[in-house]
């Protein structure tokens, strides 16, 4: 089946860094999600980004499909942005595969 | 409803009795999933609901689980004759085309 890789594994950033993550992939896929686990355990949807770049506040992603690699940017990090990124790939209509997950934390 | 709700939050129950986990989708959401997530891993596809059809269970264990979604809103996952290793947190998502929104999960802990 499909692999999903994400890296770094663990990240520890000063508040105010940025941040880039990414995603690999092995196979072509149709649709792809990035999601944040909160230190609550709330699992957050951030970006539904198959292909090209998106933007929201801090936050902005870029997918290259052909290439199979997908990267979310965290820019000015906050302590709230602490928690577990997982990015999900879906090669047929509705069934995801998650990667193992970049644990994030951000000091204050 | 607004969001995805699941209930309980918290489960805690004996092994060997039967647990009922249930997940209300955002309202006219017509794909329904159920995921399931170790400590310290992604969560792992169980069974997928469109309308009130559950068209692939593959994920699922084996057959003391068991999913259904009579009326293609409200879903029921079910785990019969609970087992220490059935502890992890029971993700419900659902789906109107664009991306899963997740409920906040049930953590069963079996003891």
């Known amino acids: 089946g499909i692999q999903v890789e994400q890296s770094p594994p663990d990240l520890i950033l000063q508040e105010g860094a940025n941040s880039t993550l990414r995603c690999n992939f092995s196979d072509s896929v149709n649709n792809l999600q990035w999601f944040h686990q909160n230190p609550w355990g709330q699992l957050i949807n951030l970006f539904y980004i198959p292909s090209g770049t998106k933007q929201n506040g801090r936050l902005s992603a870029t997918t290259v499909a052909t290439e199979r690699y997908s990267l979310l940017y965290i820019s000015s990090s906050q302590t709230t942005d602490s928690g577990v990124y997982f990015c999900a790939v879906g090669t047929g209509t509705y069934k995801y595969i998650f990667g193992t997950g970049t644990r994030l934390k951000v000091l204050a | 409803g607004a969001g995805v709700s699941q209930s309980p939050r918290y489960k805690v129950t004996k092994r060997g009795q039967d647990v009922a986990l249930r997940c209300d989708p955002i309202?006219?959401?017509?794909?329904l999933y159920w995921y399931r997530q170790a400590l310290g891993q992604g969560p792992e596809f169980l069974t997928y609901f469109n309308y009130e059809a559950q068209q692939d269970k593959s994920g699922l264990p084996n057959d003391r689980f068991s999913a259904e979604r009579p009326e293609g809103s409200i879903s029921t996952l079910t785990i019969q004759r609970t087992e220490q290793r059935d502890s992890a947190m029971y993700r419900c998502?659902?789906?109107?085309?664009?991306?899963?929104?997740f409920g906040s999960g049930t953590r069963l802990t079996v003891v």
């Open positions: 309202s006219g959401h017509v794909s």
């Open positions: 998502a659902s789906s109107g085309g664009g991306g899963y929104t």
